[in-house]
């Protein structure tokens, strides 16, 4: 079974700074995309930022130049650093993972189980 566990998040002031972690483990063939999305109450979940196997990154325009994304395939781990936080940014972050395992072989969409952030005023 292929599982991943957040951790990171927390209370933070504005202007604060947090930086999630995100593991994969499990029967684990390769990894392809890793991700942060995150919903606050009432909204839909939405992509955060997004990294390839190789590197490649994209954010939402709400988060460019405040949040960098980072991984390490050796770890099987996703990174979120988030600098100058806003109250906006109060959501639950969850962590996805195109996976394929060595069970079956078939390469799926895993989701962390979601860690809160709060950006207080």
């Known amino acids: 079974q292929v599982q991943l566990v957040e951790s990171g998040g927390g209370l933070v002031q504005a202007g604060g700074s947090l930086r999630l972690s995100c593991a994969a483990s499990?029967?684990?063939?390769?990894?392809?995309?890793m991700g942060w999305y995150r919903q606050a109450p009432g909204a839909q979940r939405e992509l955060v930022a997004g990294?390839?196997?190789?590197?490649?990154?994209n954010y939402a325009d709400s988060v460019k130049g405040r949040f960098t994304i980072s991984r390490d395939n050796a770890k099987n781990t996703v990174y979120l650093q988030m600098n100058s936080l806003k109250p906006e940014d109060t959501a639950v972050y969850y962590c996805?993972?195109?996976?394929?395992?060595?069970?079956?072989?078939?390469?799926?969409?895993?989701w962390g189980q979601g860690t809160q952030v709060t950006v207080s005023s």
């Open positions: 499990g029967s684990i063939v390769s990894i392809n995309a």
């Open positions: 990294i390839t196997s190789g590197g490649s990154t």
């Open positions: 996805s993972a195109h996976i394929r395992d060595s069970g079956t072989y078939i390469a799926l969409d895993y």
